[in-house]
């Protein structure tokens, strides 16, 4: 080798040890979360570089120690520079801590202000306006518990006001039990997915007669894929803010990496997918909750209720806004079907053929196309798993357990072997060869007195149809 080309070979081996060395460094020195002035630390290091722990002699390895109002009296003080001010001995209560807090921070209390907690007692607390800040961290719950705090909590919120990087991300409550109107659907749904962008996408999988989109929400990137649909019924809307807080509760412990009913959801996720259909009937679901000046086929509905009732109560209209029941729209022994009405109707009229419904067929395209590995459809009422249709040997034993084991998880009853025909489970059952389940919620239409007993019985229960068919 030639000394010139040494020498260049020389020159280009120190430049690139050179840029490599600047390269290690500037990455070295770019701050990341938690950093402040290129030093990484926590909210321990941030409170005793203020110099207020030495003085209550806190560490850290003393975090787990309850707080005397009096110590917490004194950082305060320290910290924004006000005179403490006497007042009751004892043990510091989280309610205290944050007034604290908020004063700090310079906030106060919103009044009526509930998005990020689902209960707040006593209502003067100010939990909301801190966990928007992130100065607090939001329970997996969203219930606020009032008990004495450790010198660890108390530390990490105060830091958390002095170094905005200390903070955390907190995810506001977005689903409540209202009269879940179509429009509230919407909205709610692009809530959910801008929130949790990782773990929920929309799609459009039909639409209604007049025109309303027919939403799923897929939660999940597994190959088993679970299905979960709602006010396939008109009347049974309450449902639709069900399947909504199921998957809004199972995308905030995904997110966050909490556990919910002993299940690591975020885990389950990468195995499973999870499809959530929360409002089949937009059309009949806006007449029941807005009447039938929300709707274009207002006068057609107006003249079905006079010729059946005489009077313009749509409170029990299960049909669509056609007058088509849509749960006796599948082609399965639909010719043959009983108990049913032979022109338009609040109820019972299973249409002129089967699948004349635009929502019945986008209900079977969506099935076919996914074939879940089970189907959860949600109706009100009777607090009952209606799950038979016909199954034989192997796939009688198999449907027999989800049932039984649903309903223990629920608290309804399985026991019944009924036989319909025409409904979406029937066809599911019979064409897919798949388990479908009927799950009837609740003892009355649209009653929010039964909303909490109604989500303490089926929060878990997509978690654990998806660990059956797992298993």
């Given at each position: 080798m030639s000394i010139k080309v040494w020498g260049r070979s020389f020159l280009l081996v120190v430049v690139a040890v050179f840029a490599a060395s600047f390269l290690l460094a500037y990455v070295q020195k770019t701050p990341q979360a938690g950093e402040v002035h290129g030093v990484v630390q926590d909210e321990w290091d941030t409170l005793e570089g203020t110099g207020v722990l030495g003085g209550l002699l806190w560490t850290k390895d003393s975090g787990d120690a309850a707080v005397l109002r009096g110590e917490a009296r004194q950082l305060f003080a320290l910290l924004t520079d006000?005179?403490?001010?006497?007042?009751?001995?004892?043990?510091?209560?989280?309610?205290?801590?944050?007034?604290?807090?908020?004063?700090?921070?310079?906030?106060?209390?919103?009044?009526?202000?509930?998005?990020?907690?689902?209960?707040?007692?006593?209502?003067?607390?100010?939990?909301?306006?801190?966990?928007?800040?992130?100065?607090?961290?939001?329970?997996?719950?969203?219930?606020?518990?009032?008990?004495?705090?450790?010198?660890?909590?108390?530390?990490?919120?105060?830091?958390?006001?002095?170094?905005?990087?200390?903070?955390?991300?907190?995810?506001?409550?977005?689903?409540?039990?209202?009269?879940?109107?179509?429009?509230?659907?919407?909205?709610?749904?692009?809530?959910?997915?801008?929130?949790?962008p990782e773990q929920v996408t929309l799609e459009v999988?039909?639409?209604?007669?007049?025109?309303?989109?027919?939403?799923?929400?897929?939660?999940?990137?597994?190959?088993?894929?679970?299905?979960?649909?709602?006010?396939?019924?008109?009347?049974?809307?309450?449902?639709?803010?069900?399947?909504m807080k199921m998957l809004e509760n199972y995308a905030h412990h995904a997110k966050?990496?909490?556990?919910?009913?002993?299940?690591?959801?975020?885990?389950?996720?990468?195995?499973?997918?999870?499809?959530?259909?929360?409002?089949?009937?937009?059309?009949?679901?806006?007449?029941?909750?807005?009447?039938?000046?929300?709707?274009?086929?207002g006068d057609f509905v107006r003249e079905i209720k006079q010729n059946e009732t005489g009077e313009e109560d749509f409170a029990d209209w299960k049909a669509n806004i056609r007058g088509v029941d849509l749960n006796r729209q599948f082609p399965v022994r639909w010719d043959v079907l009983r108990n049913v009405k032979t022109k338009p109707s609040a109820s019972h009229f299973k249409g002129y053929e089967p699948l004349s419904e635009p929502e019945a067929v986008a209900m079977m395209e969506f099935t076919r196309k996914h074939l879940p590995a089970v189907v959860l459809?949600?109706?009100?009422?009777?607090?009952?798993?209606?799950?038979?249709?016909?199954?034989?040997?192997?796939?009688?034993?198999?449907d027999a357990r989800i049932a039984r084991e649903l309903a223990a998880v629920a608290g309804y009853g399985w026991e019944y072997y009924?036989?319909?025909?025409?409904?979406?489970?029937?066809?599911?059952?019979?064409?897919?060869?798949?388990?479908?389940?009927?799950?009837?919620?609740?003892?009355?239409?649209?009653?929010?007195?039964?909303?909490?007993?109604?989500?303490?019985?089926?929060s878990l229960v997509g978690l654990r149809a998806a660990e059956l068919v797992m298993e």
């Open positions: 006000k005179q403490g001010t006497g007042g009751a001995a004892g043990l510091l209560t989280r309610g205290e801590l944050y007034r604290y807090l908020a004063e700090m921070a310079g906030e106060e209390k919103k009044k009526g202000d509930t998005e990020y907690y689902l209960a707040v007692n006593p209502m003067t607390v100010p939990t909301d306006v801190l966990a928007r800040l992130g100065v607090v961290d939001v329970p997996e719950d969203r219930i606020f518990r009032d008990g004495s705090v450790s010198r660890g909590e108390v530390v990490t919120a105060a830091a958390r006001v002095l170094e905005p990087q200390l903070r955390t991300e907190n995810s506001p409550a977005v689903v409540q039990p209202v009269f879940y109107t179509y429009g509230t659907l919407e909205a709610d749904l692009a809530s959910l997915a801008a929130l949790y999988i039909g639409e209604s007669v007049e025109g309303r989109k027919i939403y799923a929400a897929r939660l999940g990137t597994g190959g088993v894929n679970i299905q979960l649909d709602a006010a396939m019924h008109a009347r049974e809307w309450l449902t639709t803010p069900l399947l966050y990496g909490y556990e919910l009913g002993g299940y690591d959801v975020a885990v389950m996720l990468e195995d499973v997918t999870f499809w959530f259909v929360p409002m089949v009937n937009p059309d009949g679901v806006t007449l029941v909750l807005e009447g039938p000046n929300a709707v274009k086929n459809t949600y109706h009100q009422r009777g607090d009952y798993i209606y799950w038979y249709y016909g199954q034989e040997g192997a796939v009688l034993k198999r009924g036989n319909d025909g025409g409904m979406y489970r029937d066809w599911i059952i019979t064409e897919l060869g798949l388990p479908a389940l009927i799950m009837e919620v609740g003892q009355k239409l649209g009653d929010f007195g039964e909303w909490d007993l109604a989500w303490r019985r089926n």
